[in-house]
């Protein structure tokens, strides 16, 4: 290979090139330019962080997006990218002792950067903020989490019950980008932490429109249909160990019977099962025009909105924005490693999940600069 610069000729022996200290760049580039162009930066030094913590604050609301872990691995992190050429910040001798001193220091501002940083969004994406969304979710903990008053132990939908969790509500707006979010006991009511974050907002809406989705037509009766046939299978079953003596009195048969129109209720309603001792067999029937009705209504939603400038499309697309919502858990829990938490100082816990809610932001807004540019 021949290199020519500045009208001087080098021979370069491709074969015994060698590369050292190579560091990712591309992701960490454009999560901070669009770091920049939030101006979170500018919203930090206006709650008092000079150059030096934003800087860092900044490499670890990167690292939650590009390769969320623990303050340990986060350290480790740094040194393996092109955060020291790309923020000039010097990542060796970072120890994960100042991370949660970081962290100590951003928990009282959390609020207040929140809300700057929403209003700048809204102002640089031309947002709409009339429409909003709440959603919540529970995120569990690695530990005892004896410190932490809202930790608790309830139902997971993560399927871990035998872990302590605290709820995390969302809110979200129309292009999906979060609105406010807040941090609560696992056992506190969804009405308390709705009136919660409507004090923050000041704010509610009502949908009031009526709409007709082939889509949701297709899926209801794909659901019903697939229930159908599970249930029509159980009684099938049923039968057998019937007679197959498996199965013998009649209030065992009944007790049966029950089990089954419990567990697929939503298709046993249109549905007659009977036993008739005589002939010691089940008949199963279809009732009136129940499941007439049903297939009718495949699809169709009544939507409520005081929007009389919407027409039924943008009702519609309106209605199903709430999917951004629990797009913005799932992101949260699993790319930018929400949960588990390895924190046992509510505070810590409190700000860590801030980190996703910033991280989720800059995701939010790179998506929406990709889809505005095709």
């Not at 129109?261 to 001792?277: D, G, Q």
Request: proline letters at 1%; charged letters at 35%.
């Amino acid at each position: 290979m021949v290199y020519k610069e500045w009208d001087e000729v080098v021979s370069v022996r491709t074969s015994k090139i060698e590369m050292e200290e190579v560091k990712e760049v591309r992701c960490v580039y454009v999560g901070y330019e669009m770091w920049q162009r939030l101006g979170i930066g500018k919203i930090l030094k206006g709650c008092g962080f000079n150059r030096n913590r934003e800087i860092l604050i900044c490499g670890m609301v990167l690292n939650r997006l590009i390769a969320s872990g623990s303050e340990r691995a986060m350290a480790d992190w740094f040194l393996r990218v092109a955060i020291e050429d790309i923020l000039k910040m010097l990542c060796k001798g970072i120890a994960e002792d100042r991370l949660y001193r970081m962290l100590d220091r951003l928990h009282p501002n959390r609020e207040k950067i929140e809300g700057l940083l929403t209003k700048q969004e809204r102002c640089l994406f031309n947002l709409n903020k009339t429409v909003l969304f709440y959603n919540l979710t529970s995120t569990y903990f690695e530990g005892n989490a004896k410190c932490n008053e809202k930790a608790q132990k309830g139902y997971s939908r993560d399927g871990r019950s035998d872990c302590k969790q605290v709820v995390v509500g969302l809110v979200i707006g129309e292009e999906g980008f979060p609105i406010a979010h807040g941090i609560f006991k696992r056992n506190q009511s969804d009405v308390k932490s709705f009136s919660y974050m409507l004090d923050i907002l000041d704010k509610r809406v009502k949908l009031e429109e009526n709409q007709t989705s082939d889509a949701r037509c297709q899926k209801d009766r794909a659901i019903r249909e697939r229930f159908e046939g599970m249930l029509l299978k159980e009684v099938e079953k049923l039968r057998k160990r019937i007679r197959g003596g498996r199965i013998k009195g009649e209030g065992e048969i009944q007790q049966a019977i029950g089990r089954l129109k419990e567990r697929y209720s939503r298709v046993a309603r249109h549905y007659r099962l009977e036993y008739l001792s005589d002939s010691k067999t089940i008949v199963c029937s279809l009732v009136g025009d129940k499941k007439k009705r049903a297939e009718d209504i495949d699809g169709c939603y009544i939507l409520k909105t005081d929007r009389s400038d919407m027409d039924a499309e943008e009702i519609w697309r309106t209605y199903m924005m709430p999917t951004r919502a629990e797009s913005g858990f799932r992101a949260m829990k699993s790319p930018l490693a929400e949960r588990p938490i390895f924190h046992q100082l509510q505070h810590r816990v409190e700000t860590h999940i801030f980190l996703c809610i910033l991280a989720y932001h800059l995701l939010v807004a790179i998506e929406k600069t990709l889809r505005d540019h095709g």
